[in-house]
């Protein structure tokens, strides 16, 4: 069984080659308003990022930042393609090593107020390489390699509990929060999870302008379904885990009008 580290490499260097045989120019479907070169360029920067992260001990926001500003600019010229792909290699190679360097518990400096640990970027980068070595086949016109059903079962809950969760970290003080419907995930091959979908809107003070933004997250014990709107999405689990990270994906969605309307809003709105 491949490692975490082992994972991140294998995908990134799929996406990394996949990416070079491809026009630098031609879009990614996945990521609007991105070229070939500009999804390359991202995935060496994060993996610059965290690397950078891990090997000055970063622990706070402003020690993120300082590793942020101080990157390298991005290539540009009549090169800029072959040294964006042998910086990619070596960002990839430094994040490898520094992890491997590395217990999961060990304090670090996450985006994540819930987990600030090495295991949160481990964890992250795995689905993160997934996720863009998908974008990279898409943009090249390729058959999605297969995800391994493991990296999928922990994918789905990473995107439910961590990546979607987060959202209500951010919910501005002078919001209201709404629920207004439940989600049912149901993957042929694994157990179903329970999801709260809510809504928060209210006035931002400082300006008067209006705001609305769907959130997510598993379903709470204190939250009863009553009689809000419920759906159900059934898959694979692999198919789910695309779907909910905004892929394509073959899910059969159901359920009642409410609800099935605000899992495309969430969906449309996308992760943040």
Same mark, same amino acid.
């Given at each position: 069984?491949?490692?975490?580290?082992?994972r991140?490499?294998?995908?990134?260097?799929?996406?990394?080659?996949?990416?070079?045989?491809?026009?630098?120019?031609?879009?990614?479907p996945?990521?609007?308003?991105?070229?070939?070169?500009?999804?390359?360029?991202?995935?060496?920067?994060?993996?610059?990022?965290?690397a950078s992260?891990?090997a000055?001990?970063?622990?706070?926001?402003?020690?993120?930042?300082r590793?942020? !500003?101080?990157?390298?600019?991005?290539? &540009?010229?009549?090169?800029? +393609? *072959?040294?964006?792909?042998?910086? $990619? #290699?070596? /960002?990839?190679?430094?994040?490898?090593?520094?992890?491997?360097?590395r217990?999961?518990?060990?304090?670090?400096?996450?985006?994540?107020?819930?987990?600030?640990?090495?295991?949160?970027?481990?964890?992250?980068?795995?689905?993160?390489? !997934?996720?863009?070595?998908?974008?990279? &086949?898409?943009?090249?016109? +390729? *058959?999605?390699?297969?995800?391994? $059903? #493991?990296? /999928?079962?922990?994918g789905?809950?990473?995107?439910t509990g961590?990546?979607?969760?987060s959202?209500?970290?951010?919910?501005?003080?002078?919001?209201?929060?709404?629920?207004?419907?439940?989600?049912?995930?149901?993957?042929?091959?694994?157990?179903?999870?329970?999801?709260?979908?809510?809504?928060?809107?209210?006035t931002?003070p400082?300006?008067?302008?209006?705001?609305?933004?769907?959130?997510?997250?598993?379903?709470?014990?204190?939250?009863?379904?009553?009689?809000?709107?419920?759906?159900?999405?059934?898959?694979?689990?692999a198919?789910?885990?695309?779907?909910?990270?905004?892929?394509?994906?073959?899910?059969?969605?159901?359920?009642d009008?409410?609800?099935?309307?605000?899992?495309?809003?969430?969906?449309?709105?996308?992760?943040?």
């Amino acid at each position: 069984m491949a490692s975490a580290t082992e994972r991140i490499a294998a995908e990134a260097d799929r996406a990394s080659a996949t990416l070079a045989a491809t026009d630098p120019n031609r879009d990614v479907p996945t990521c609007p308003g991105w070229t070939a070169d500009d999804l390359l360029w991202h995935i060496t920067e994060v993996h610059e990022f965290w690397a950078s992260n891990l090997a000055t001990n970063a622990l706070t926001d402003a020690d993120a930042e300082r590793n942020d !500003t101080a990157k390298a600019p991005r290539p &540009e010229g009549e090169d800029a +393609r *072959e040294e964006l792909l042998a910086r $990619r #290699e070596r /960002a990839t190679a430094s994040l490898i090593r520094e992890l491997d360097s590395r217990d999961d518990a060990q304090p670090a400096w996450t985006w994540s107020a819930a987990d600030q640990t090495v295991g949160f970027t481990r964890r992250m980068q795995v689905h993160e390489a !997934t996720m863009h070595r998908v974008d990279a &086949e898409l943009t090249a016109g +390729r *058959e999605i390699t297969p995800i391994e $059903r #493991e990296v /999928a079962a922990d994918g789905l809950g990473h995107v439910t509990g961590v990546m979607l969760a987060s959202s209500y970290d951010w919910i501005p003080e002078w919001a209201t929060l709404e629920q207004v419907a439940t989600l049912t995930l149901r993957p042929t091959d694994g157990e179903p999870l329970d999801l709260e979908l809510a809504v928060w809107h209210g006035t931002r003070p400082r300006d008067g302008e209006e705001f609305s933004h769907a959130v997510a997250r598993p379903l709470q014990p204190e939250i009863e379904r009553g009689e809000m709107p419920q759906a159900t999405a059934s898959a694979d689990v692999a198919s789910l885990y695309l779907w909910l990270w905004g892929r394509p994906a073959e899910v059969e969605l159901t359920g009642d009008d409410a609800a099935v309307a605000q899992v495309d809003a969430l969906l449309v709105q996308g992760i943040d």
